[in-house]
């Protein structure tokens, strides 16, 4: 199973949390993370980041 599938099963929060700037992943996990966001259009990422920074 490659990283990108793997992330193709977590939640909106779970890939903020890996796409934060200061998380422990590598940068290529950072990037698959934020591609994902930019292409999933089943969650509201705006509105979960916001929740996740709260």
């Known amino acids: ?3 990108r599938e793997k992330f193709l099963k ?3 929060k ?3 949390e ?4 200061h998380s422990d992943y590598t940068h290529e996990a950072k ?5 994902i966001i930019k292409e999933n ?8 980041a916001q929740l996740f920074w709260e």
């Not at 890996?18 to 700037?21: Q, S």
């Not at 990037?31 to 591609?35: L, P």
């Not at 259009?41 to 509105?47: C, L, P, S, V």
């Open 1 to 3: 199973m490659s990283l």
């Open 10 to 12: 977590y939640q909106a």
């Open 14 to 16: 779970d890939l903020i």
């Open 18 to 21: 890996v796409a934060e700037p």
């Open 31 to 35: 990037t698959i993370a934020i591609d």
């Open 41 to 48: 259009n089943a969650f509201n990422f705006k509105n979960e």
